[in-house]
């Protein structure tokens, strides 16, 4: 069965770091692209950033370009999100994808996402 599983949410401070772990279960993540998405209160999910499968680039959203970073280890099967400089509209449920089933060459913020993980809750404030 695959899984993913999210963890590291927590309440910060403006300006306070978080790293957000995704674990994979059931299939490989260093084959695929993955990415990070957030639902604000109120707000529709929107997509922040996202890793291609084939050659590894990586896409943030303007919103969080500059300070969040996604990155992958393959050994552990598990992705991350780096986030510094937060401040109080990053406050939001964070959910990672995976695309398993995607075989084609476009640019991972474009491509459809079948593998969710439950979200984990992100608060800024102080």
């Known amino acids: 069965q695959l899984q993913l599983v999210e963890s590291g949410g927590d309440l910060v401070q403006p300006g306070g770091s978080l790293r957000l772990s995704c674990a994979a279960s059931?299939?490989?993540?260093?084959?695929?692209?993955i990415a990070w998405l957030r639902r604000a209160p109120g707000k529709e999910r929107e997509g922040i950033s996202c890793l291609n499968g084939t050659d590894g680039t990586t896409w943030y959203t303007d919103d969080v370009k500059g300070r969040f970073t996604i990155s992958r280890d393959n050994a552990k099967n598990t992705i991350y999100l780096q986030m510094n400089s937060l401040k109080p509209e990053d406050t939001a449920v964070y959910s990672c994808?995976?695309?398993?089933?995607?075989?084609?060459?476009?640019?991972?913020?474009?491509?459809?996402?079948?593998?969710w993980g439950q979200g984990t809750q992100v608060t800024v404030s102080s």
């Open positions: 994808a995976a695309a398993t089933y995607y075989r084609g060459t476009a640019a991972c913020r474009a491509i459809p996402y079948d593998t």
């Open positions: 059931g299939f490989p993540l260093d084959f695929y692209a």
